[in-house]
Nanobody, 124 residues
Framework: VQLQASGGGLVQAGGSLRLSCTAS????????VAWFRQAPGKEREFVAA????????YYGDSVKGRFTISRDNAKNTVNLQMNSLKPEDTAVYYC??????????????????WGQGTLVTVSS
């Protein structure tokens, strides 16, 4: 396993969860790590990304101001802190790693390594 996503669970609306994406040595050399999510019957949606070289972060419009992506270099982990959760945040969350050009950062095609996904359920 090259990417391991964890931290999902059931939370009430307004609550918080913290997801973690732990990378193997091979995955750890990728320049960008991102979180995407996919709800039943919907396409995979961009959530957030962090570029190692520039430390630049990107967020999807629906999570901006509520979610924060960060890196723990000592643990080779990228975390997604999710606050003020809403029922519409319910989805399987996937972390991906790759070296996409800027125009591809928000697209799943920009990533060649993926974790197995972790389910987040937000109840109303």
């Amino acid at each position: 396993v090259q990417l391991q996503a964890s931290g999902g669970g059931l939370v009430q609306a307004g609550g918080s969860l913290r997801l973690s994406c732990t990378a193997s040595e091979r995955a750890g050399i990728k320049n960008t790590v991102a979180w995407f999510r996919q709800a039943p019957g919907k396409e995979r949606e961009f959530v957030a990304a962090l570029v190692r070289a520039s430390r630049h972060t990107y967020y999807g419009d629906s999570v901006k101001g509520r979610f924060t992506i960060s890196r723990d270099n000592a643990k080779n982990t990228v975390n997604l802190q999710m606050n003020s959760l809403k029922p519409e945040d319910t989805a399987v969350y996937y972390c991906g790693a790759g070296g996409p050009i800027t125009s591809m950062i928000r697209r799943p095609q920009g990533y060649d390594l993926w974790g197995q996904g972790t389910l987040v359920t937000v109840s109303s």
